[in-house]
């Protein structure tokens, strides 16, 4: 589950995770949270550029509404995207 919290980390790592991973040796790993992260960043700088099918972009929105916990999340993520709104 994205969580606001996660992309805070997100950010304040600019995304690498191995980075985070040595800070935070004890804790669980966040693979595939980053992961999707990341995915979802590509997809959305992918319609931004035009080069998404309309299945496509119902399916990376659906996503997003999906894995984030929150509006105030789907906004931060959006933001970190540098895209706006589907």
């Known amino acids: 589950m994205i969580?606001?919290?996660l992309l805070n980390d997100y950010l304040?790592?600019?995304?690498n995770l191995d980075a985070w991973s040595r800070v935070n040796r004890?804790?669980?790993?966040?693979?595939d949270d980053w992961m999707l992260i990341d995915n979802l960043i590509q997809n959305l700088?992918?319609?931004?550029?035009?080069?998404a099918s309309?299945?496509?972009?119902?399916e990376t929105k659906?996503?997003?509404?999906?894995?984030?916990d929150n509006y105030i999340t789907i906004s931060k993520?959006?933001?970190?995207a540098g895209v706006?709104?589907?």
């Open 3 to 5: 969580t606001l919290k």
């Open 45 to 51: 700088k992918l319609i931004e550029n035009n080069l």
């Open 12 to 15: 304040k790592y600019s995304g």
């Open 77 to 80: 993520f959006y933001k970190i």
């Open 26 to 31: 004890n804790k669980v790993s966040l693979y």
């Open 62 to 68: 659906n996503k997003i509404l999906e894995n984030c």
């Open 54 to 58: 309309e299945s496509f972009i119902l």
């Open 84 to 86: 706006g709104p589907l």
